[in-house]
Nanobody
Framework: QVQLVESGGGSVQAGGSLRLSCVPSGDSVGSYCMGWIRQPPGKDREGVASVYPGTGTPYYADSVKGRFTISQDYARNTLSLEMNSLRPEDTAIYYC???????????????????WGQGTQVTVSS
């Protein structure tokens, strides 16, 4: 079973930037439908961004469009999320997630994912 190993996250002031990375230990990023999910305090998990393997087509939640960038690096076997212009409402635990099979042609919701990273805290202060 694949293990998703995350890194990055932390605390930043509003307007700042952070970068999250995820490596599927023992497997290839190209073997899965992958994305980032977040869970704000007291709220349900929500899809942030996902990427269609092969084409690299990204999909984003409306709340992060124009600020976040998801990317797959096959050479480094890494999924990344570059987060710019961060806002206090972006504060959440962020999870790297993956599933096999037919990838959705759009933003994959949290319920789509079978494999999850341990989560990393992102805190944005005003």
């Amino acid at each position: 079973q694949v293990q998703l190993v995350e890194s990055g996250g932390g605390s930043v002031q509003a307007g700042g930037s952070l970068r999250l990375s995820c490596v599927p230990s023992g497997d290839s990023v190209g073997s899965y439908c992958m994305g980032w999910i977040r869970q704000p305090p007291g709220k349900d998990r929500e899809g942030v961004a996902s990427v269609y393997p092969g084409t690299g087509t990204p999909y984003y939640a409306d709340s992060v469009k124009g600020r976040f960038t998801i990317s797959q690096d096959y050479a480094r076997n890494t999924l990344s999320l570059e987060m710019n212009s961060l806002r206090p409402e972006d504060t959440a635990i962020y999870y790297c997630a993956a599933y096999r099979g037919v990838c959705l042609n759009g933003l994959s919701p949290a319920a789509s994912y079978k494999y999850w990273g341990q989560g990393t805290q992102v805190t944005v202060s005003s």
